[in-house]
């Protein structure tokens, strides 16, 4: 696609629910990277894709985050029992690869209710 | 660990106005730091990235500065326009896991 696309653009949830937020990036990006944005708190990296290695998973904050990304394309960011502190915007990022420019989507803006 | 600090936190101008915004980071061994300008709602878009063999990138009325020695780098706008009022956050790249490391951010407002 022109750009990376998130969906959905909102969600609103209630705590306990699972959710899961997906990240579709620029073809032939090869690295792929998810952060949540807090208000009023910077960038907070969550987990690092590369080709085909194993994940960088020493940003998720509890074992309720998880994330898979399938082909070396979509990646789909799960939280599995919501709570209200998880309410952030969840943004994806890709690159072509591990020292090339971000390529931002608008993000998912999460709210636990 | 790296931190990334940009001052100030809000800045405001008067249209026309040329200004000067300022990053400093811990660990000057990077592969590149990369300016992006975020809207309210909006995600991150790229402005500038220099490598950490460039001491300068321009594009328009943008130009970013990298000082490794020193980890500082500065992004300057020239003759701002109500049109750049956003946030704008630097970010490191560095480490074996290529993570990239962001500011909080400076909020600027350019009034016109």
């Known amino acids: 696609g022109a750009g990376v696309s998130q969906s959905p653009s909102n969600k609103v949830t209630e705590k306990g629910k699972d959710v899961e937020l997906r990240c579709d990036p620029i073809?032939?990006?090869?690295?792929l990277y998810w952060y949540r944005q807090s208000l009023g708190q910077g960038l907070e990296f969550l987990i690092y894709?590369?080709?085909?290695?194993?994940?960088?998973k020493s940003g998720l904050p509890s074992d309720r985050f998880s994330a898979e990304r399938t082909g070396g394309s979509v990646s789909t960011l799960t939280i599995q029992r919501t709570q209200q502190e998880d309410s952030a915007v969840y943004l994806c990022?890709?690159?072509?690869?591990?020292?090339?420019?971000?390529?931002f989507g608008s993000g998912t803006q999460l709210s636990v209710l | 660990k790296q931190e990334v600090t940009q001052i100030p936190a809000a800045l405001s101008v008067p249209e026309g106005e040329n200004l000067v915004l300022n990053c400093s980071f811990t660990?000057?061994?990077?592969?590149?730091l990369q300016w992006f300008r975020q809207d309210p709602g909006k995600g991150l878009t790229s402005l500038l990235l220099?490598?950490?063999?460039?001491r300068e990138q321009t594009s328009g009325r943008l130009n970013a500065s990298l000082d490794k020695s020193s980890g500082r780098s500065t992004l300057y706008i020239a003759a701002s326009q109500p049109g750049d009022s956003a946030t704008y956050l630097c970010?490191?790249?560095?480490?074996?896991?290529?993570?990239?490391?962001f500011g909080i951010g400076t909020k600027l407002q350019v009034i016109p």
């Open positions: 220099i490598q950490s063999s460039q």
């Open positions: 660990d000057s061994a990077i592969y590149n």
């Open positions: 970010a490191t790249n560095s480490g074996g896991y290529q993570k990239v490391t």
């Open positions: 990022a890709s690159s072509y690869g591990q020292s090339e420019k971000l390529f």
């Open positions: 894709f590369q080709g085909n290695s194993a994940p960088d």
């Open positions: 073809s032939g990006h090869t690295a």
